[in-house]
């Protein structure tokens, strides 16, 4: 079944104690991005990667670095997390041809405190 | 990307069509008009898009006007399992970053 994965599902934790959001997806997609999602400020984009090794900044990156290794795999890295990164983080791939639809993963709730 | 303005709520009867209205007077021509949706703090998941002909799928149909200034997303037969955010994103194709541009989309309730 195509899908994208992520891992934890739910995770609290607290300031400054470095953590990391994994994110899969089994359909060989070239772009891939990591979104936070916010009460009244819907989903921005913090990350996005057009292929392996390429990697750029969304519209809020600060306090979050990503990686891609592999094709697959697109972490997310909270070096030093704050409580204004509690949130609600959904990644997501899709192709960079055809329809480019874009597939969500089922989403990771983290609770700084 | 072109601004979407849709209503803040909707409700439907279950059983019936639901149909989403979405406002894009600011479309220009290489802009596609996507719908997504998201069901209770799910992953948003898409549903159907189109450039400037009626498209249908599985899941919906979504009718885009003359002058592509605004689209309804139609949903033939709602059921409970619909009740979600319905979110109407323009975008153009390609480009340097697939991001979406979520606003804040219309709450569909499907009542029994």
């Known amino acids: 079944e195509a899908q994208v994965t992520q891992n934890p599902r739910y995770l609290i934790t607290v300031t400054g104690k470095k953590l990391t959001v994994t994110c899969s997806q089994n359909m060989n997609h070239e772009y891939m991005s990591w979104y936070r999602q916010d009460p009244g400020l819907g989903l921005r984009q913090i990350y996005y990667?057009?292929?392996?090794?390429?990697?750029d900044k969304g519209d809020v990156p600060e306090g979050y670095k990503v990686s891609r290794k592999e094709k697959r795999n697109f972490p997310l890295i909270l070096e030093s997390p704050s409580p204004n990164q509690t949130s609600l983080y959904f990644c997501?791939?899709?192709?960079?041809?055809?329809?480019?639809?874009?597939?969500f993963g089922p989403g990771t709730r983290l609770t700084v405190l | 990307d072109a601004k979407t303005t849709q209503p803040t709520s909707m409700d439907c009867a279950e059983g019936r069509a639901a149909n989403l209205p979405c406002n894009h007077s600011?479309?220009?021509?290489?802009?596609?008009v996507y719908w997504y949706r998201q069901i209770h703090s799910q992953g948003p998941q898409y549903i159907i898009h189109g450039l400037k002909n009626n498209e249908t799928n599985e899941m919906a149909s979504l009718i885009i006007t003359e002058d592509r200034k605004s689209s309804t997303l139609i949903l033939p037969h709602a059921t409970l399992r619909d009740t979600a955010v319905y979110y109407c994103?323009?975008?153009?194709?390609?480009?340097?970053?697939?991001?979406?541009?979520f606003g804040k989309g219309t709450l569909l309730t499907v009542n029994p």
């Open positions: 997501a791939s899709s192709t960079t041809s055809g329809r480019d639809t874009q597939y």
């Open positions: 990667s057009m292929n392996v090794e390429v990697t």
């Open positions: 600011t479309i220009s021509g290489n802009e596609y």
């Open positions: 994103i323009v975008r153009s194709w390609g480009g340097s970053n697939y991001k979406l541009t």
